[in-house]
């Protein structure tokens, strides 16, 4: 494993967790001399990551006002060189307007329990700093440690609480943790302490073991613990619900309506409109006929005219802003700019609400909390009551489209009256989604080629691409995307010209074109020609040619298939149309037709009269949830469209 995978698999192995907090911060502990040493394994023996964790431990004191603590330990073993870095440095992340954060200790140990070192060599905090670019300004602070005496065979102890003093919202808490690690994990638990009489919202998942519940002193503890659980590790199209990897939360008992109504309070105010802002919005959508069309000017207006700028300090990340504000400065995020948009249409009769979600997708309905959103949209309702959704601060992505992240994700929106609409943002089709590549050229009997390539694009692929043209291409930045368009397309072309279009402009249809001249078409080999196959043609049979073998070189599979995840619901079309020199044959490639339940690959070779045709074809068909097994026909179909991974097509000159 290399050290940039080590890091990684530490980061995922050791997680985040929000914290819940507590009036004052108890004093500091002492590190125990406990017997975690006897978990210690020896480095000439040991298999697998450089690492191994020999503890992970969450233990939460929680209030129902949402006030607390969560102190964290982790224990990890060294077992390679490689692994010394990522172990050595640790970060702590914490808000410091309303928590507090402690480090209980940290200790570098021997197998035998020797302390090599009880303080980190290099110790720094500092507050976050703002991007240049999207910039986002946090009430947040970092803690940077560098551990002296960390070596092979070394044992890394630390613990450290956060203290939760005046959580956003009263009464709003969620106590997590998976139980399936990526590496190995000798032992894992979870104990969650509340007032006895208070019932917290408990949701289990596939756990096989059971909690135990005691009373002691006012408050009932919880407790989870689970000895050398078993190892998941990421896999290719696993579905969100596997059935398979345990977690547990824990969690306020309110229902969704509480949380909605809390932000409706910081919200409500703000969709009042001034004068003057109330001019402005109506005179961007004057000459409006629809509907339709005056919820589209409105959504671009404020997707591209209004700066993203997040000023997210202290109440600021729940609190928009108004939009007098707004438009004062010329810049919003995404909660300003969907009360923005909110604002605008209910002036005009027009229902609209916010809607609160993650940029990653919420997967489980549950567990009720505001700490699970970080992101705001809009949801426009119509008479009849259909649903539209819109990104305010997706400048690429028109009215009414979403992007892929967060898609058939769950999301609460805020009705007028504050109560909740807990809902599931609606997916793409697989046909909505479309790339069409089309490819014009001509070869001469010296193998020189001229070309001419056009491609349009629908969904998900033509917002990738609008936002790649969203700034006119200066001469700086057009020379490098011709050339690697020649490359890709024409190996020694000349670019000749390059039709685009305006990313930020709706009207205009995704589509570009370039015109190459002078490649290198094909080349000689004895009395034959290699005709040279484009790179975009090749991209489908050479992936899923390395998608076989890593398919194959896994254990056995435990997680269930996602089938729309597998070509990623799309459909792309290819067509390769070359003009022979009078004469010349070709020996066609065999045709290629894979099916499956996801999706079909038809590749077709067709020399008629001098035009020499190829075309692809792949589509995803299917979606759902299938058994972990069906794996086995994945690889079967990619095994069967990598045999159409051909470099050249053979060519036979002229007598």
């Known amino acids: 494993m290399s050290g940039g995978r080590v890091a990684a698999a530490l980061f995922a192995a050791l997680g985040a967790f929000a914290a819940s907090a507590a009036a004052q911060t108890p004093a ?54 490689e692994a010394v870095p990522a172990v050595a440095e640790r970060q702590f992340t914490w808000q410091p307007g309303r928590q507090a954060f402690r480090l209980d200790w940290v200790r570098v140990l021997r197998r035998d329990g020797t302390v090599v070192s009880d303080a980190p060599s290099a110790d720094r905090t500092s507050d976050a700093t703002a991007a240049m670019q999207n910039p986002i300004y946090l009430d947040s ?57 208070f019932v917290p919202r408990i949701i289990e998942r596939n756990l096989t073991v059971s909690r135990t519940e005691r009373d002691s ?7 989870w613990r689970v000895p050398s659980p078993p190892i998941v590790r990421p896999e290719a199209f696993a579905a969100d619900s596997d059935g398979v990897r345990m977690s547990v939360s824990v969690s306020s008992p309110e229902p969704w309506d509480a949380v909605t109504r809390w932000y409706d309070s910081l919200a409500r105010d703000r969709y009042a409109l001034d004068a003057p802002t109330a001019r402005r919005l109506d005179s961007l959508v004057r000459e409006a006929r629809t509907r339709r069309d005056t919820l589209e000017r409105l959504h671009r207006w404020i997707a591209q005219d209004v700066r993203y700028v997040s000023v997210s300090l202290g109440l600021g990340g729940y609190r928009p ?22 604002a605008a249409a209910r002036r005009w009769g ?109 969904g998900d692929a033509a917002w990738a691409l609008r936002g790649a043209l969203a700034a006119t291409l200066d001469t700086v930045r057009r020379g490098p995307q011709l050339r690697a368009m020649a490359a890709s397309y024409l190996p020694e072309a000349v670019p000749d010209s390059f039709t685009t279009f305006a990313g930020l402009d709706f009207t205009q249809p995704t589509r570009i074109s370039v ?22 043609l090749r991209q489908m049979p050479a992936g899923a040619t390395a998608s076989a073998r ?34 010349w044959g070709a020996q066609l490639p065999a045709d290629v037709v894979a099916t499956s339940f996801f999706g079909r690959y038809e590749s077709r070779y067709r020399l008629e009269g001098r035009t020499l045709t190829v075309t692809r074809v792949v589509e995803s068909t299917g979606d759902g949830v299938h058994p972990p097994e069906r794996i086995a026909e994945v690889a079967a179909w990619m095994r069967a469209v990598a045999k159409d991974d051909h470099e050249f097509i053979t060519l036979t000159p002229s007598p």
């Not at 002193?217 to 407790?223: C, E, I, K, P, W």
């Not at 802003?321 to 909110?342: I, M, N, Q, S």
């Not at 970080?374 to 400048?395: E, K, M, S, W």
């Not at 896994?554 to 020199?581: C, F, H, K, S």
């Open 515 to 536: 015109v190459l001249r002078n490649g290198r078409g094909a080349r000689p080999a004895g009395p034959v020609w290699l005709l040279h196959i484009p790179g975009p």
């Open 350 to 458: 027009i229902d609209a609400r916010p809607v609160l979600l993650h940029l990653n997708g919420v997967r489980e309905r549950e567990p009720v909390s505001l700490t699970r959103f970080n992101h705001v949209i809009a949801q426009v309702v119509a008479p009849d009551g259909t649903r539209t959704y819109t990104d305010l601060t997706a400048a690429t992505i028109p009215y009414g489209e979403l992007p892929s992240s967060y898609r058939d994700s769950w999301a609460v929106a805020v009705r007028p009256d504050g109560d909740a609409d807990v809902v599931r943002l609606p997916e793409r089709a697989a046909s909505a989604n479309v790339s069409r590549i089309r490819i014009d050229a001509d070869l001469a009997p010296d193998g020189r080629m001229g070309m001419r390539v056009a491609e349009s694009l629908e």
């Open 141 to 197: 602070r970092t803690r940077r440690l560098s551990l002296a005496g960390v070596a092979v065979g070394t044992i890394v102890d630390v613990q450290y609480t956060l203290v939760d003093e005046a959580p956003w919202r009263r009464g709003d808490f969620v106590v997590g943790r998976p139980f399936s690690p990526q590496v190995p994990l000798r032992e894992a638990s979870l104990r969650v302490s509340v007032p006895v009489g």
């Open 321 to 342: 802003r108004t939009p007098a504000e707004v438009l004062a400065t010329g810049f919003g995020d995404c909660k300003d700019k969907t009360t923005l948009f909110v």
């Open 217 to 223: 002193a006012g408050r009932r503890v919880y407790t």
């Open 28 to 81: 500091r502990p002492s590190a125990p001399s406990d017997t975690i040493v006897r978990y210690a394994l020896d480095p000439a023996r040991a298999r697998g990551p450089g690492f191994v964790l020999l503890l992970d431990a969450l233990e939460a004191h929680v209030e129902p006002d949402g006030t607390g603590t969560r102190t964290h330990r982790t224990v990890t073993q060294v077992l390679s060189a």
């Open 550 to 583: 890593e398919i194959d070189a896994q254990p056995r599979r435990l997680l269930p298939i996602d089938a729309g995840r597998i070509l990623g619901r799309r459909r792309n079309e290819l067509t390769y149309r070359v003009t022979l020199p009078a004469g």
